[in-house]
């Protein structure tokens, strides 16, 4: 599977940005999505997943109430909305493609494919 996200850029604090991310495999729906996020000199760390059928949603304790995931299974893309953005969420962001299970994983380890990344810059 073939990931392409994009939509980072720069906003400023308390802005919004949609990121969305593309596959290039069919059936997108046989795939448990996340997005990923990581800032300099720190690791990657779980920022949201969607499982298969989109009924079943994580996401990060610092993100909760600010970002929502979401899928479209016949356009084959998954986004990410991201509102009252602030300094902290500054990083590159990636889409992760992994089996599609009931359950959700919020390890990098749970997850095969993984796209480019997009840089996300949130000015104070």
């Known amino acids: 599977v073939q990931l392409q996200a994009s939509g980072g850029g720069l906003v400023q604090a308390g802005g919004s940005l949609r990121l969305s991310c593309a596959a290039s495999r069919r059936p997108f729906g046989a795939y448990n999505m996340a997005w990923f996020r990581q800032a300099p000199g720190k690791e990657r760390e779980f920022v949201a997943a969607i499982n298969w059928s989109g009924g079943s949603t994580a996401y990060a304790d610092s993100v909760k109430g600010r970002f929502t995931i979401s899928r479209d299974n016949a356009k084959n893309t998954v986004n990410l909305q991201m509102n009252t953005l602030k300094p902290d969420d500054t990083a590159v962001y990636y889409c992760?493609?992994?089996?599609?299970?009931?359950?959700?994983?919020?390890?990098?380890?749970?997850?095969?494919?993984w796209g480019q990344g997009t840089q996300v810059t949130v000015s104070s």
């Open positions: 992760a493609a992994g089996p599609g299970r009931w359950s959700l994983e919020l390890t990098t380890h749970a997850y095969d494919y």
